[in-house]
Each structure stands twice: as structure tokens, then as C-alpha cells.
């Protein structure tokens, strides 16, 4: 199967002779995927076909939750203007801001607000200030229909992958 990409991303960028990587293949990031987040596919029979990219979901609690593990800033109880993580989190959305990727919120339960898949976002800024990791996102996007049912639980994880919600 060939990789390509229709967004110019990769174009000029796939291996010749002699570089040291397989004829035909693109540099990979460092999760593993191509630089592009709009890959296709040419599957056996020459049909171009999308090569979905998992998605990173972040779990945070309810904004309303005085029980809160991290100090974390929302715009409103759907938009979320940065978080304090884990150095772990942290160079997730290091990673994430590197290739431009799209991320979702998963707002935990709260009171009478269930789960939900609050927003999406893309990472501005990861600092390490005062001993702490800070995340500050951008282009944050309120998703509707609103309550959008998470795609998992996270069992105590503060992220998972996962497809990217139906909208």
C-alpha cells in the first residue's frame, strides 16, 4: 500500500534511492505518524482511500468540581483555555502541537452533567513554570450537537486514543 497526502505536507518528501529509508516511505513523527494529519491510502486496487488517524482525547473534571486534581482554566463549562498536567500529558501535547493535531476534551461527570466530549483544541503553548506543566490552547472549538457521549471511559487515565467523535 502507498501513502500520500493531498495537502502538499509530504509532497517531494517521499525516500530515493539511497537516503536511508525504504524506497517509497515518508518520515514518520514521533508518535509514529506522518507529519500530515490528512493521509490517504492507495489500497490494492489504485482507489485512493482516507487513513484515519487516531485522535487524543484529554480527561479533565467538570469545572464545577470542587474535588479538582489540577488547576485547570475554562472559559466557560464547554471551553478550555489551558490545563496543568503530568510531564507525561505534557509531552502528549508537545507531540500534539508538533504535528498541529486536533484534540478533544473529555469533561468527566459531574452532579447532574454527564460525561461529554466538551470541545476541541489545539495546543499553543507547553511550558515548564515553577516545577509545573502547562498547556495553553488555541482554535478551541465548542462541539455540537453538545453532549457529545465519550467514545470510553478512562478508568482513572488522564488520556486515551480513540476515533474522532461523530459530529
Excluded at 490517504?40 to 479533565?60: P, T
Aim: a negative charge.
Amino acid at each position: 500500500m502507498r501513502l500520500g497526502c493531498f495537502d502538499g505536507g509530504l509532497v517531494g518528501n517521499v525516500a530515493a534511492p539511497g537516503d536511508g529509508r525504504a524506497p517509497g516511505s515518508f518520515p514518520v513523527g514521533p508518535l509514529g505518524r506522518t507529519p500530515c494529519q490528512n493521509h490517504f491510502a492507495l489500497d490494492v486496487w489504485d482507489i485512493w482511500r482516507l487513513n484515519f488517524v487516531m485522535a487524543l482525547y484529554l480527561v479533565v473534571r467538570h469545572p464545577q468540581n470542587p474535588a479538582q486534581t489540577f488547576h485547570n482554566i475554562w472559559q466557560d463549562d464547554d471551553l478550555l483555555i489551558s490545563i496543568q498536567t503530568t510531564l507525561a500529558i505534557g509531552k502528549r501535547c508537545m507531540d500534539a502541537k508538533e504535528q498541529n493535531q486536533l484534540m478533544y476534551i473529555h469533561r468527566c461527570l459531574y452532579g447532574d452533567c454527564p460525561p461529554t466530549i466538551c470541545c476541541s483544541v489545539h495546543v499553543a503553548v507547553v511550558a515548564y513554570i515553577g516545577g509545573l506543566i502547562i498547556v495553553e490552547f488555541r482554535n478551541q472549538t465548542r462541539l455540537t450537537p453538545l453532549n457529545i457521549t465519550p467514545p470510553e471511559q478512562p478508568g482513572g487515565r488522564s488520556s486515551y486514543d480513540n476515533d474522532p467523535p461523530a459530529l
